[in-house]
């Protein structure tokens, strides 16, 4: 029922900007939280960013702070993640996961919790 589609990924030089979109359809329930993870080669996922259905609480790992931007649409089923200051340790496979429930400071990036997801995208940063 509920369907993820993420985009945007690819290769991308040191120091470099990408985009990533995740468009969300299907989705029944009132609210929505989505949070970004990430998989790098060989290691475990992990939460990158995580947003509320309000489009404003927003939440960070410490290893991209400052760097990456979890954000809304105009349109509510759309949500991006803006990497900015890009390292070779950010490249993984990146998926963005939804769930109806809002999520807390210690419960958004736990991956259990979430029984929706997108098939994933690419981001390799490398020169």
């Known amino acids: 029922q509920v369907k993820l589609v993420e985009s945007g990924g690819g290769s991308v030089q040191p120091g470099g900007s990408q985009r990533l979109s995740c468009i969300v359809s299907?989705?029944?329930?009132?609210?929505?939280?989505i949070t970004w993870f990430r998989q790098p080669p060989g290691k475990e996922r992990e939460g990158v960013a995580g947003i509320h259905n309000d489009g404003v609480t927003t939440y960070y790992s410490d290893s991209v702070k400052d760097r990456f931007t979890i954000s809304r649409g105009d349109a509510d089923h759309t949500f991006y993640l803006q990497m900015n200051s890009l390292k070779p340790e950010d490249t993984a496979e990146y998926y963005c996961?939804?769930?109806?429930?809002?999520?807390?400071?210690?419960?958004?990036?736990?991956?259990?919790?979430?029984?929706?997801w997108g098939q994933g995208t690419q981001v390799t940063v490398s020169s």
């Open positions: 996961a939804a769930d109806p429930r809002q999520h807390s400071s210690s419960s958004w990036s736990r991956a259990h919790t979430y029984n929706f």
């Open positions: 299907g989705y029944t329930y009132t609210n929505i939280y």
